[in-house]
């Protein structure tokens, strides 16, 4: 995720994340490498700091009040099931030039061969604008994530297991997202998102190199407008007790020269949190749908289900295809001190297009936890019982 809502590109993941400090330059490199060569990326780069300039000036006389700077530096080891066994660094620093900036940066590798940068600036920071009434917010992202094993199953709901197959992906994204709190509870956004992910490392017996189109085994890019509304009851960004959340979202990547592919993606999100016996219980709901419209689009675009941000206990982008729809609900209850544990269910499926939805045949995986609530971040401990996997998760933030 990195918008500022609930992040649903197509093909992305919706986790924080980690890595370790020898690893910058070798990510960095790459994606400066991937920009440099396309002048799509160029022009993005170029618009981001564009616009940077032309915001913070504003954004910083919008931001009356004193805040308290702050400086975390967390070193993580994590297991994944998919990801394996992880290690890296988070850093968070808070309002130290006195804009309510943040900048969160992760830097994360794995022994399953995930390779993962991430750094997101926003001004003002996610939790200090939650709930409030704000002129402008913004959101940089950049985003870069090299899964060396990653798995691909078939395309569709009928894919099967022992059809895995291994290959690399390596996608490198770029976001700009502007944002206005309209009332403590309407939010609206608007951004431009550049992406590219390319595939290789394919087996000689691949089912995905001969997958039509030809993108498949090879480099997309494209730039995409995102439109955004949201209404957001919720009483934290971080730590969520009460409230409602209720999100809409268009990506349109148009027709147009520098674009590979175009299309168009749709998505509606509802997050529910109810405080039960006496504000120590949460009830966590979250429900979605999305559908993409567009023709040959590659595995690249395609809307993914499985893993640690969306259906636990199944493997990582387990099922692909053009529409997905997804159901959480958690338990999360008080142990001691700032321990809790969490019960619950993922469900999910994914069909060709939106006209074929049924509430048949879905997967769905129970689910337990443990949480550690820090003050600007939650560590996460979940085991998911999938019907062929288990998957073990540690990692940062609540999925929703």
């Not at 990653?150 to 502007?178: A, C, M, Q, W």
């Not at 394919?202 to 890019?221: D, G, H, I, T, W």
């Not at 419209?293 to 099922?319: C, F, K, M």
Request: net charge positive; with cysteine; hydrophobic share 40%.
């Amino acid at each position: 995720m990195g918008l500022c809502h609930l992040n649903s590109s197509p093909g992305s993941k919706l986790t924080c994340g980690r890595c370790q400090l020898h690893l910058r330059c070798v990510k960095f490199n790459w994606a400066s490498d991937a920009i440099v060569h396309s002048v799509q990326g160029s022009i993005i780069v170029i618009f981001l700091l564009f616009c940077l300039l032309l915001a913070v000036p504003f954004v910083a006389r919008s931001q009356s009040e004193a805040t308290a700077s702050k400086t975390e530096i967390l070193p993580i080891v994590s297991y994944d099931t998919d990801t394996g066994l992880g290690y890296g660094a988070k850093l968070f620093v808070l309002n130290r030039v006195g804009l309510k900036e943040s900048f969160d940066l992760v830097l994360f590798n794995s022994t399953k061969g995930e390779r993962w940068f991430k750094l997101v600036f926003s001004v003002p920071d996610f939790e200090m604008r939650q709930g409030t009434v704000y002129p402008l917010a913004m959101d940089v992202t950049i985003d870069y994530d090299k899964w060396t094993n990653n798995s691909f199953f078939g395309i569709g709901n009928t894919s099967n297991f022992s059809d895995r197959e291994y290959y690399t992906k390596e996608p490198v994204e770029l976001s700009l997202v502007f944002c206005r709190g309209f009332s403590q509870q309407w939010v609206g956004q608007a951004g431009l998102r550049f992406r590219a992910v390319r595939n290789f490392g394919f087996s000689p017996a691949s089912r995905l190199a001969k997958l039509e189109p030809a993108f498949n085994r090879s480099r997309v890019s494209y730039t995409s407008l995102l439109l955004v509304w949201r209404y957001d009851t919720r009483d934290s960004y971080v730590n969520p007790t009460n409230g409602l959340v209720v999100q809409g979202e268009t990506e349109f990547a148009p027709a147009i020269g520098f674009n590979d592919v175009s299309f168009a993606r749709f998505s509606v999100w509802m997050q529910r949190y109810s405080s039960l016996l006496s504000n120590k219980v949460v009830l966590a709901l979250r429900l979605g749908m999305q559908g993409l419209a567009g023709s040959e689009l590659p595995v690249q675009v395609l809307l993914p289900i499985g893993g640690n941000s969306t259906l636990r206990g199944s493997p990582q982008d387990r099922y692909l295809d053009k529409t997905a729809a997804l159901c959480n609900l958690e338990i999360r209850f008080p142990i001691y001190w700032r321990l809790g544990g969490v019960v619950g269910a993922d469900a999910g499926k994914v069909w060709k297009d939106i006209s074929r939805t049924d509430l048949t045949r879905w997967a769905s995986n129970p689910l337990a936890g443990l949480r550690l609530y820090m003050d600007t971040f939650v560590v996460r401990l979940d085991v998911g019982f999938g019907r062929e996997t288990t998957g073990f998760y540690l990692n940062f933030g609540h999925i929703f």
